[in-house]
Structures are given as C-alpha cells and as structure tokens.
C-alpha cells in the first residue's frame, strides 16, 4: 500500500506531541519531516520540544525550526496551557538529537519543489512557515497535495469570543495559506473540543503500558489540569492529533464546504476564521470545515498508535 506523503508543522505543545506520535509509526504515512514555529511556546523550547518527543519515540524523522514570531502581529504563547516550557509534565532524558541546520521555510521549499504533487502539508500551530515559504517560493503552491490544518472555529474561539489561538497568533499567515489555492481541510475547536481526553481515557492509554503510551499519560497529566483551570473542563481537548487521525481514517471526520476568510481588520474578531456555513455569500467554497467525529474512533486510532511503539 502506498503511503501517504506528509511534513507536519507544529509548535510542541502537548497536542501536538500526540500528533507527532500519531504520524511516526503509521503505516499509511510517511512522514518526511517536522518544521517547528514558535506558537504555544518560544520558537527556542518548541524546537526543543519536537526533538525531545522524538528521541522519546526513537524516530529518525528530521527536525527544522523555523520562523520565530508572527508575519505581522506581535507575538503570543500560551503558556498558562503549555506551561514555561511548552510541555511541562514528562521528565525527559538529556537531549542527543540536534536540529537540522537548514531553515523550515527553506526546507519547505526545496522538498515541495522536488515533489510530485503529492505531499500534504499538516500543520497544528501558526501557520507562519508555510505562509512564508508561500511567499518566498509561490511555485510551490502547485505542489501541495492538501493543506491540513488544526485550526479556527466557525462558531466560538478559544482566546477570544471570535479567534481561536493558531490563528489568532498569526492571522495574516493563515490568510495566505487559504488563499493559496491548494484544497485545504479545516479542523477546528467546533470538533475537536468533542474528543476530551476524560480520566478514563487516560487510565485506558495507561493499561496499554509502552514508552509512548507513558508519555501520553505524563503529557495529559498537565494538559487535562490546566485546561480545567481555564476551561473548566474534566478533560483536555486533544485538538491538534485529529488532523493526522483524518489522515489516517478518510471516514473518521465529516465535513462541510464553505466559504472561509480570515479576518484581519476587525478590532474585536481580529483572527477569526469567518466560515460561510449556510452560503449566504453565495461564493466559492475555499475550504473543508471539519463539522463532525467519530469520537470512539479517534480514541482507537491513538490507541492503535501507541501499541506500535515498544
């Protein structure tokens, strides 16, 4: 079976730790590399981050960093999610791996040039280094099979009434990414605050008692705390893995086209993602907005992943 082609962008973060070992050892993916923006931390702990979850998981997949603040805006962390060093929680060993010295958006770049076509960029934080490399090299545009993103809300936020947070910490950059052309799937807060990883969830991931399921339980211990602190949640919403999940089962996420713009002049909507649901606009849809999961399922696929790994 052929495998599906992917580079994930993220800002590790505790999602988006799962994520990565969601896409590490699937058999249906080939994950080609990891790109790194700052995000949920500075772009200095989530690189570190990403090598830290890597080593943990005995991948061999190459690590980039990237840009280190926002297109335009000033930058934002959401360390009272993350914790001071964007994954607080896990005790990680002395760190071997080291970051490959060429830049994410150059590395971008020159991978997506040298493609057929038939690579699908993930991304589960800010989209900064695909905007850029966007930018920088728009021929690439053509070579994107699909944009996955975590992502935006079409109805509420999660920093503001109206923005959610990878948005929202660079709306101009996601503003590209949507206008760019390229089919794109949106996965946002509308879904995935469905998949709350409640305390028998994290007993159930425990029992399957590998390396990475013991990460999984040390990750959730701190998310699932401070999403109770500030959501008044019993579980963490496990936003950012869903986008690989998708990948992984066609049939695990529904979703509707819409019409999707990004607002980057409103004083109090600054960074929402405006979604056409009913399409009273009457134009085009831009992308796929994910409207609906398979909940039990999701929670098999990250099971599934965790036995691969020793």
Not at 30 to 54: D, P, S
Not at 109 to 131: F, K, W, Y
């Amino acid at each position: 079976m052929e495998r599906q082609k992917l580079i994930l962008d993220c800002d590790p973060g505790h999602d988006d730790a799962v994520a990565i070992l969601l896409a590490g050892r699937a058999p249906g993916l080939e994950l080609l590399g990891i790109t790194v923006t700052a995000g949920n931390q500075t772009l200095e702990k989530t690189a570190q981050n990403a090598l830290r979850v890597v080593q943990w998981l005995g991948l061999d997949t190459p690590v980039y960093a990237g840009c280190d603040r926002p297109l335009v805006r000033d930058k934002i962390v959401a360390g009272n999610i993350h914790g001071e060093t964007g994954l607080d929680g896990p005790v990680f060993p002395s760190l071997e791996r080291t970051l490959r010295p060429e830049h994410a958006v150059q590395y971008l770049i020159r991978t997506l040039l040298a493609s057929e076509g038939d690579i699908t960029v993930v991304t589960t934080g800010p989209m900064t280094n695909l905007a850029m490399a966007l930018r920088l090299e728009p021929r690439i545009a053509e070579k994107i099979r699909r944009i996955v993103l975590m992502g935006g809300s079409y109805t509420n936020g999660n920093v503001t009434p109206a923005a959610e947070f990878n948005i929202l910490a660079d709306p101009e950059a996601a503003h590209i990414c949507f206008s760019a052309g390229r089919p794109v799937s949106m996965i946002g807060l509308d879904v995935t605050r469905k998949v709350l990883c409640l305390p028998e969830i994290v007993e159930r991931m425990a029992r399957v008692n590998t390396g990475a399921s013991r990460l999984f339980v040390d990750l959730m211990g701190h998310f699932c705390r401070t999403q109770k602190e500030v959501f008044g949640w019993d579980g963490a919403p496990l936003h950012d893995p869903v986008t690989v999940a998708s990948l992984l089962d066609p049939d695990l996420v529904r979703f509707k086209p819409m019409n999707v713009r990004i607002d980057l002049r409103s004083e109090q909507s600054y960074g929402r993602t405006n979604c056409d649901y009913f399409g009273y606009l009457g134009l085009p849809a831009t992308a796929d907005v994910a409207v609906d999961i398979d909940v039990p399922r999701f929670w098999d696929i990250v099971e599934e992943a965790l036995r691969r790994y020793e």
